[in-house]
């Protein structure tokens, strides 16, 4: 015997179809509301064998077998339901988490090109920095870059040209001095 009952667990197993079992133009189970229920029998008697029918607020695919006994006999129909209403809405909810992902990868982009553009602006910066304080002879400046790279390698030949033009510096101060020393020593020997 077929009841309300059984209608809701073929729904369950089918994963949301819906299923109105009828008898001599009479409905005795159905796993639809009402309303929804005399809409598709009228939608389906009207017509016929179309197998997209409405109940005026959702779309169904429509599938219609007869039941029979166990002699063969009518004994009345199964119409089963189908909605779209589920797979709309699985749509429109991928929709929005692509959306979401799209959006937050953007997002994700922009933070890392930002990181990336700071992390080798600021050795530039330093070396910038550093470049000015030779530029006021200050040859005793040097730049701490810790990095492997190329900037990383800028920065340690910056230290070595430093040093070296400090002790070019401080050589040619203790050559000048020399030579200050003799010409003072020539001129008190003269």
Same mark, same amino acid.
């Given at each position: 015997?077929?009841?309300?009952?059984?209608?809701q667990?073929?729904?369950?197993?089918?994963?949301g179809?819906?299923?109105?079992f009828?008898s001599?133009?009479?409905?005795f189970a159905?796993t639809?509301?009402?309303r929804?229920?005399?809409?598709?029998?009228?939608a389906?008697i009207s017509?016929g064998?179309?197998p997209?029918?409405s109940d005026?607020?959702?779309?169904?695919?429509?599938?219609k077998?007869?039941l029979?006994d166990?002699?063969?006999?009518?004994i009345?129909r199964?119409?089963?339901y189908?909605s779209?209403?589920? &797979? !709309? @809405?699985? /749509?429109s909810?991928?929709? #929005?988490?692509?959306?979401?992902?799209?959006? =937050?990868a953007?997002?994700?982009?922009?933070?890392?090109s930002?990181e990336l553009?700071?992390r080798i602006?600021?050795?530039?910066?330093?070396?910038?920095a550093?470049?000015?304080e030779?530029?006021?002879?200050?040859?005793?400046?040097?730049?701490d870059?810790?990095?492997?790279?190329?900037?990383?390698?800028l920065?340690?030949?910056?230290n070595?040209?430093?040093?070296s033009?400090q002790k &070019? !510096? @401080?050589? /040619?101060?203790?050559?000048? #001095?020399?030579?200050?020393?003799g010409?003072? =020593?020539?001129?008190?020997?003269?």
């Open positions: 015997s077929v009841n309300h009952a059984v209608a667990r073929l729904k369950e197993s089918t994963g179809s819906e299923f109105v009828e001599n133009d009479r409905i159905s639809l509301n009402p929804a229920t005399r809409a598709l029998q009228k389906v017509e064998e179309l997209l029918v005026g607020v959702s779309e169904y695919v429509s599938l077998r007869a029979v166990l002699e063969g006999n009518s009345g199964l119409c089963i189908r779209f209403d589920s &797979a !709309r @809405q699985s /749509l909810e991928l929709g #929005r988490n692509i959306v979401a992902i799209w959006l =937050a953007i997002l994700l982009g922009l933070l890392l930002y553009a700071r602006v600021q050795p530039v910066r330093i070396l910038d550093a470049a000015a030779v530029g006021r002879q200050n040859y005793s400046h040097r730049v870059l810790k990095s492997s790279d190329e900037l990383g390698r920065g340690k030949t910056f070595a040209m430093c040093e033009i &070019a !510096r @401080q050589e /040619l101060i203790l050559k000048e #001095r020399i030579s200050t020393i010409r003072m =020593a020539s001129s008190i020997v003269h």
